[in-house]
């Protein structure tokens, strides 16, 4: 066996697949030579996939994807940000190892219980790749944002003109685009000015619809 040893100031600059070429001439027959074959490294790339969550809503499942293995990961771990392994055997916490496919990628899940959601917002996902690959451990931080959505019940009297009623939404790790659906589950149109008047976050709406038939 023959082998090549690439140095960490080769390994560093390879960010997309790099072809090497192996290649043998005859020492007896020289002229029938040379043979050539390639050789492709292909970096192991791996990626979070994070996941917003509603406070006290249903299981959520967060994972990571690793792509360019030529084999299934030799181990996968999950952590919390403090180090606690919840891979297995933790109460509120199912791991999935996953499986390779034919195009060499690999997803790993975590799935954390509604009543873990506020647990932790960092977890880890530890995979070592399989030895014929490189067997060096990777750790990837994966972030469960967990947000709020707290409403703000209202009681009116029959001859009220206008009321305003509002949630306040909280922990979100970006804005949010805010819709509101009415009491028959509609959605309610924007551009509805006779009805309603929807202001960051806040409807306000005419009593008239709340006058019995």
Do not use: M
Request: charge should be negative.
């Amino acid at each position: 066996t023959t082998k090549l040893t690439l140095k960490s100031s080769i390994v560093s600059q390879i960010t997309s697949v790099n072809t090497f070429k192996c290649s043998a001439t005859s020492i007896e027959h020289p002229a029938s030579g040379p043979f050539e074959r390639d050789v492709v490294v292909t970096p192991i790339v791996v990626t979070a996939v994070n996941k917003e969550v509603l406070s006290g809503t249903d299981a959520v499942v967060i994972s990571c994807k690793a792509t360019g293995l030529t084999a299934a990961l030799q181990t996968v771990e999950w952590q919390k940000s403090d180090g606690t392994d919840v891979t297995s055997g933790v109460t509120g916490y199912t791991s999935s190892a996953g499986s390779i496919s034919s195009g060499g990628s690999q997803t790993t899940t975590l799935t954390v219980a509604s009543a873990q959601n506020n647990a932790d917002s960092s977890y880890n996902c530890l995979i070592t790749p399989a030895t014929a690959d490189d067997a060096t451990q990777v750790s990837t931080p994966v972030t469960l944002n967990v947000f709020t959505i707290t409403p703000h019940d209202r009681s009116i009297t029959t001859g009220a003109t206008q009321i305003a009623i509002s949630c306040d939404i909280a922990g979100l790790g970006s804005a949010a685009d805010v819709t509101w659906k009415d009491a028959q589950g509609a959605d309610v149109p924007p551009g509805d000015s006779t009805n309603y008047i929807v202001d960051n976050g806040k409807a306000a709406f005419n009593s008239a619809l709340r006058r019995p038939n």
